[in-house]
C-alpha cells in the first residue's frame, strides 16, 4: 500500500518518486519511506494538499533540507512512510538534539506534552530541526515561549535573540521552528 500511497504523491507534486527518505543531513536512507524532492516554494503547499488525501495508517512530513552526504539538492524533501501519530514523523527522521544530549523520545515526549495542551500539527522533522503548527495558541504566550527556550535555547541564543521576540513570532506566525546545533 505505500507503493501506491507514494505515487500518489509523485503524481501529485509532478516529481520523480525515491524507494527511500533520508536522515542524518541526507547521508543515510530509510527504505520503509518514500519521498520526492520539492520545490521550497510549493513543498509546504503539496504536503498539505496531500495529508488532506492521506489514509490512515500513514504520515506525510517535510524531511531534510540539509543535503550534507552524497546527494544534494536545492529543495525539500516531501516523504510518506507508515505511522500511527504524528510523533512517527521524528522517529522516521531520526530528529534528535545530541548536543543538549536529548534523542528522539526525549524531544517525542515533550512534543507529547505541547500535543496534550495546545494541540499541535508536526509539518517538518529534519536530524536537528523541527516545525509544528499550534493548533490553539498557548495562554499565557509567554510562559509557553519561556519553556520553549528551556527546551530549545538555540530558538532564541542563536535566533530572535529574546524571548519576548520569540513571543511576538510565535504570535504572529502560529507555528513554532526548532533546531539545536
Same mark, same amino acid.
Given at each position: ?17 525515491? &524507494?527511500? +527518505?533520508? !536522515? %542524518?543531513?541526507? =547521508?543515510?536512507?530509510?527504505?520503509? $519511506?518514500?519521498?520526492?524532492?520539492? *520545490?521550497? #516554494? ?40 507508515? &505511522?500511527? +501519530?504524528? !510523533? %512517527?514523523?521524528? =522517529?522516521?527522521?531520526?530528529?534528535? $538534539?545530541?548536543?543538549?544530549?536529548? *534523542?528522539? #523520545? ?44 528551556? !527546551? ?30
Amino acid at each position: 500500500m505505500l507503493e501506491e500511497i507514494a505515487l500518489r504523491l509523485a503524481a501529485l507534486a509532478n516529481l520523480p518518486l525515491r &524507494g527511500y +527518505s533520508t !536522515f %542524518d543531513f541526507g =547521508r543515510e536512507r530509510d527504505e520503509r $519511506a518514500r519521498s520526492v524532492i520539492a *520545490d521550497k #516554494d510549493s513543498a509546504e503547499d503539496l504536503l498539505l494538499r496531500f495529508r488532506a488525501e492521506l489514509p490512515a495508517g500513514f504520515v506525510a512530513f517535510l524531511g531534510t533540507t540539509s543535503w550534507l552526504g552524497d546527494e544534494t539538492h536545492d529543495g525539500i524533501e516531501l516523504v510518506v512512510a507508515p &505511522g500511527t +501519530s504524528q !510523533f %512517527d514523523i521524528l =522517529r522516521i527522521a531520526r530528529s534528535d $538534539a545530541v548536543n543538549y544530549d536529548m *534523542d528522539t #523520545d526525549a524531544l517525542i515526549d515533550k512534543l507529547v506534552q505541547y500535543d496534550r495542551t495546545y494541540g499541535i500539527d508536526i509539518l517538518h522533522a529534519d536530524t536537528d530541526t523541527i516545525e509544528f503548527a499550534l493548533v490553539q495558541m498557548p495562554d499565557p504566550l509567554d510562559a509557553f515561549c519561556a519553556d520553549l527556550y528551556e !527546551f530549545c535555547p538555540d530558538i532564541v541564543e542563536q535566533g530572535c535573540e529574546s524571548v519576548a521576540a520569540l513571543e511576538e513570532e510565535i504570535a504572529a506566525a502560529g507555528r513554532v521552528f526548532l533546531w539545536w546545533d
